[in-house]
């Protein structure tokens, strides 16, 4: 299948990292950021995470951080591009992408010269597990292999509409849909992603956390201005929300995140994860948010849930046939 | 009452409302309607629910119903075939038959029982709390409920760029009223558990009007020719939750919903 020559659709927004970090520094920007009345730093806005920087560095670029201008080029280059698939092959059969809005080169992307999302550990990957984690992991990949089929309840989150993990925290970046919106008022920051309709209400005024025994999909966000940086605070997850590699976020993670109008077109997204009981030492990232406009689409995922149905009713045909042909032998 | 931006703003009436910077009143807030409507918008007495075998608990509490008559708001010439002021719902004859028929399969049908996106008005008088968020420029409404949300555009009117299950809104200040003109629902929502609907081509009028520090009252004009005969119009108190805590918290159904919707699919059931 041929697709749209994809570079000359490309929008390419906003601009590299290392300058983001050093405004960052201390919650001080370089210039005057936009403001609200009230005289906060103004996040309000319609935003997009889309990042071609993967979450975790290539392992051969070691400590490498930062790519120069001439390899983020390349990298961009190739990336954008996407693998023809072979007419009449089952790796043939999926969306067009470009009418769906899943093909990366449709939508803005805040370049960067960073070679992972992540920034501490300084190899840029994420941490250890701890041991029990790891079991927990295992445990969970045998229970998927076993039974991932046998029911709604058997497959994953994101499948069934419950929570993706680009709303986070730590919001990462995930291959499409990666609009957002800041709403803010003198005592509210409200972040809402637009996959799938999830509004993180984060309040400003000081009130305490929910207390133990309240878990919640999101966590129990809590917001503070540290100079021109919004620090968010979370707690009291559920003990079930998938980080890429197989974790989950323990109850007691707490994620820390940072954000920061480092231009009129950015928001320096940054993010701690403390989570003694999945990984042996924090980790933290960043990433730029990058300004796109508005409005935004209602994603009504859970009411438009075909997927799941179907995948379901695969399973049960599957073994009806597998029944079939045993009784035939 | 002291604004909470120290600047009360003097309503018409003989009370203080908070008022924003810019002289409008300051609804943000968390705010809940205390009804019956989300059972069912028109009088009802009790009765047994879909699901018996939860007992009282599944019951149908009674209710006046919230319908105030014709569009002009409370024009007495509009009467029901009985006689008193408009209290139903003025449907087509074959709409009416449409409701009826919800109604019977209540019980798997109502969006609400699949966790779907509600709609307006009902996300209004679900019983779970709503946060205005009323910012400098636009005002976000949030919904407990299915984590529902929309946008209601102050600036500028912004056309609908799809049809959707929370439709598109569109508000302006009259007077001390805020009024959200809602289109562009995608007519797969009901306006409450027992049955009553629109269509796609609903169109709908919201007021929020102040009517005591605490208190906003709940207007919502509703007209879609392909089910009604003329428009007609609920009302309503919102209240503001005053417990020093409130928050709202996930009501993120789905996964309540899984057995309903799913169940029949799970291995080894009903092949």
Redesign the interface.
Known sequence: MTRLTLTSRLFVLGLIAAPLAAMAQNGKSDREVPR??AGQPDL?GHWTSATIVPLERPVELGNKELYTQEEADKLLAESLVVTETEAGTAADVHYQLDDFGLDRSQNPIALNLRTSIITDPRNGRMPASTAAAKAAADARAARARE?G?????DRPLAE????WPNEGPPMLPVGYNSNL?I??????V?V?LEMI???R?I?VDG??G?PAG?P???GSSRGRWEGDTLVVETTNFTGRTGVRGGNVLSANARVTERLTRTRDDTVLYQFTVDDPETWTEPWSGEYPLTKIDG?M??Y?C??GNYG??NN??G??AE??AAAEAAEKQ | MIGLLGASLAVAQDFDFPGTRDGHPDLNGIWQTLSTANWNLEPHAASQGAIETLGTIGAVPPGLGVIVGAASGRDSSSRDSSGREGSTIPYLPAARAQRDQNFASRRTNDPEAKCFLPGVPRATYMPHPLQILQTDDDIMILYEYASAVRTVFMNEEVPAIAESWMGWSNGRWDGDTLVVDVTAQNGQTWLDRAGNYGSATMHVVERYTPLGPNHLQYEATIEDPNVYSRPWTISMPLYRRLEPNVQLLEFKCVEFAEELMYGHLSKGEGQ
């Open positions: 609200t009345a309000s039974r089929f046998d029911s709604a309840q069934r509409c419950i929570v919106q709403a803010q008022t003198d005592d509210y409200v809402l309709h999830d509004a209400v309040p009130r305490a929910l309240v919640q999909w999101l409005p689409f209602e009504a859970h009411e799941l149905a379901l009713s399973a049960r073994e009806r």
